[in-house]
Structures are given as structure tokens and as C-alpha cells.
């Protein structure tokens, strides 16, 4: 059966981008249907693109795993370790299996269960695999990313999930982790998961074991991969602080809402954990949230903030947080 008459194959696909890639070093790569134009001669290198595009559920993440499994597979030489060292001395997977890693791993902090779909990116990624033109090799791997929804941190339409880590972190983490990072209540104790009753997932178990295997092969050690959960459930911790009104000062205008918000007493814990997991001082951030910094005459004063504008404030630097947890993972990957 001629090639052209198979169905479409993502390994087909991936073996085409390869092959041509590896055919412009030696001769002239051309493609069917080509503009000649875009012809290149020989020794001219081509670098080749593959486009993963499709509505929500269609399977862009699954074909994008695929894809990075084949070459990774195709390229890896037989003799090649399983492990190396680092600079600083740790031990780290191999380059292809660092390239493979990066999928789970970025799906754990930026994929989501929406209505459509159990595994859903919630961003945009761009992913750069580096070959050497000589062997054939992977050489090196980069990923950009762009427009992670934040919103997805502090809600979620009703049946749908925050993003995956939150329930790994709370269905596989053993219960002396649970108890360092105030997680004992569960799902149902937290705000930004909704506050809804769940039941402890295996897959979500099983996910949380997989996403710590994979931060090992990026280089991660144990003290670092504690800092990252740490940072996840203090962004948790972050939605449960609740804001009132000061005295009785909400009796003085029954028509506006009076620029008087403090902490309930109830949801100091929570403030004072979120600091802690963080490493930041409580009432640096108590006064962040409830007060706003205004320069006026050269004069700098401390505007005090209404309960929604708290609310707002809370909102904006736990997205702030996790977001830069997640472009650190970027950077590490």
C-alpha cells in the first residue's frame, strides 16, 4: 500500500517532520505541493514545524505526548544512560526522558477537568526539540508558554476542576505532608476547590506519584520538589481568607461600601499558614491586601480597603503565586 493511501498517523506524521529535517543537510528537502519557492539546496538546514490545532476534547494534549514519544524513541541512542550527572552533582534522567517528563509535569500545574474534557491545557505551549544534524540525536528541548488562565485558580464553573496538582497533592500525599501543609481537611475545606465534598481519587494519587517522579528528572531534590507543594497549597490557603468590616463603622453609609476591611479571626490561620509555606512575614501581607499605597503632594499614605477590594487584592496575589510557580517549572523543564 503506498504511503500516500494510509490513513493519517501521528508517528507518520512525526517521521516526515524528522526525516525532511535530516534530508536538508544532504540534499534538497522537498515536500508534495510545495511552493518551489520554498525549496532550499543541500547543506541548507530546514527546520520543520508540526502544528497541533483542534476544539477542546479533540485531543491536542494526547497527539503532542505522542509525537514527543516518537522522536524521543527514534533518536535515543542504544548506549546511551539512563541517568547523568548534573553540574552540581545530582543525578538527573537523560536528555529524551527530561524531553518526555516535561508533558505530565506541565499537565499536573496546567491542565484542568472542564465539561468536555477530563485533561483539558488550560495554556499555550511551544515546544523547541533541538537535533544534531551529524547523529540525528535530541540536543536540547525549550519550551515557551503563554495564556494560562488564571482565573481557573480562584473558580471554576460548576462541574468543573482548579487545575490537576491541588487534587494530587490532596489524594497522594501521605498524611504527615498533609499535616505540614495544613491540607488535612480536604477538598472540601478550601475555597478555591470549591468548598464541594470529593472523594479521594486514585488517579489523582497516581498522578501526584508521577508528577514527583518527573520533577526528579528534571533535577529537582527532595527540598525543592517540598518547596513547590508547599507554594501550591499556600495559594489554597490564600482563598481562605475572609475579609468584614471594621467596628461599626458599616452603619455609618448605608449606601456605599466603607473602605474599612480587616481579617476575620476566623480565616487568620489561614492567613498565617499561607505566610508560613511562603516564607513571608503575616503582617507585611495583611497590610498589602487591606491597605492601598497612594503618593500624593510627594506625600505617600495608607488608604484603607473595602471588603471587595480586599477580596480582589487576595484573589490577585494568589494567581500572582501560582502563575510564577508555573513559569519557574517552565524554566526548569
Not at 92 to 105: F, G, Q, T, Y
Not at 145 to 172: D, P, V
Not at 186 to 215: H, M, P, W
Not at 270 to 277: F, N, Q
Amino acid at each position: 500500500v503506498a504511503e500516500q493511501d494510509l490513513p493519517p498517523h501521528l508517528f507518520q506524521v512525526a517521521d516526515r517532520a524528522y526525516s525532511a529535517l535530516l534530508a536538508s543537510v544532504h540534499v534538497g528537502a522537498q515536500l508534495e505541493d510545495e511552493d518551489p519557492s520554498f525549496q532550499t539546496g543541500p547543506g541548507m538546514i530546514r527546520n520543520q514545524s508540526i502544528i497541533i490545532s483542534g476544539e477542546s476534547g479533540a485531543g491536542k494534549t494526547e497527539a503532542t505526548k505522542y509525537i514527543m514519544q516518537y522522536l524521543a524513541r527514534i533518536t535515543k541512542r542504544p548506549d546511551a544512560s539512563s541517568e547523568i550527572r548534573s553540574p552540581d552533582g545530582k543525578m538527573i534522567a537523560a536528555l529524551e526522558d527530561r524531553v518526555l517528563s516535561s508533558n505530565p509535569l506541565l499537565e499536573s500545574f496546567g491542565n484542568a477537568r472542564t465539561l468536555r474534557n477530563d485533561n483539558s491545557s488550560r495554556f499555550g505551549k511551544f515546544i523547541h526539540i533541538y537535533f544534531s544534524t551529524e547523529t540525528g540525536t535530541i540536543t536540547g528541548a525549550s519550551i515557551s508558554n503563554y495564556l494560562l488562565e488564571k482565573t481557573r485558580i480562584t473558580h471554576q464553573t460548576e462541574g468543573e476542576r482548579n487545575y490537576h496538582i491541588f487534587y494530587q497533592l490532596l489524594a497522594g500525599a501521605g498524611d504527615e505532608m498533609l499535616a505540614e501543609l495544613g491540607l488535612q481537611e480536604g477538598v472540601s475545606g478550601f475555597q478555591y476547590l470549591g468548598n464541594r465534598e470529593a472523594q479521594k481519587s486514585r488517579r489523582d494519587a497516581n498522578g501526584f506519584i508521577e508528577t514527583k517522579e518527573c520533577l526528579s528528572r528534571i533535577g529537582l531534590s527532595l527540598e525543592d520538589q517540598r518547596i513547590v507543594f508547599s507554594i501550591a497549597a499556600a495559594v489554597l490557603h490564600l482563598g481562605n481568607i475572609e475579609f468584614e468590616e471594621k467596628g461599626d463603622e458599616a452603619d455609618e453609609d448605608k449606601h456605599s461600601e466603607p473602605d474599612n476591611a480587616i481579617i476575620s479571626e476566623a480565616s487568620r490561620p489561614s492567613l498565617i499558614k499561607a505566610c508560613e509555606l511562603l516564607g513571608l512575614d503575616e503582617k507585611n501581607v495583611s497590610e498589602a491586601i487591606l491597605t492601598k499605597l497612594l503618593t500624593i503632594g510627594g506625600k505617600t499614605i495608607h488608604k484603607s480597603q473595602s471588603v471587595a477590594q480586599a477580596a480582589e487584592k487576595r484573589d490577585a496575589f494568589a494567581k500572582l503565586t501560582y502563575s510564577c510557580l508555573f513559569l519557574w517549572l517552565f524554566c526548569r523543564v
